[in-house]
Nanobody, 125 residues
């Protein structure tokens, strides 16, 4: 069992920055990829970014490339999402997730085994 706890969400203005963190505990040795997803009201959960737990590979959705950066600290079992130049359309609940199967696509919601409770990010105009 893995526990994931997100933090760092909040209310900001367009153009501001936020830094989300995800603290992992439990059977983290089973992790292959850690990902960030988001879900806006009335919309499906969508992929934001992912990072390999084993090497330096990262993946970012086209909608956040150049603005968001995912990183990890294996020693602290944390994954961070640095969000810059935030836009109102970035408003959503952001979830941290863990994937143990390397063969499943990292952009796919159903590929992930464990999820955090989410943290709200609201970007005002």
């Amino acid at each position: 069992q893995v526990q994931l706890v997100e933090s760092g969400g909040g209310l900001v203005q367009a153009g501001d920055s936020l830094r989300l963190s995800c603290a992992a505990s439990g059977r983290t040795f089973s992790a292959y990829v850690m990902g960030w997803f988001r879900q806006a009201p009335g919309k499906e959960r969508e992929f934001v970014a992912a990072i390999s737990w084993r090497d330096d590979s990262t993946y970012h959705a086209d909608s956040v490339k150049g603005r968001f950066t995912i990183s990890r600290d294996n020693a602290k079992n944390t994954v961070t999402l640095q969000m810059n130049s935030l836009k109102p359309e970035d408003t959503a609940i952001y979830y941290c997730a863990l994937k143990t199967n390397p063969r499943r696509p990292s952009w796919l919601v159903s590929s992930y085994d464990d999820w955090g409770q989410g943290t709200q990010v609201t970007v005002s105009t």
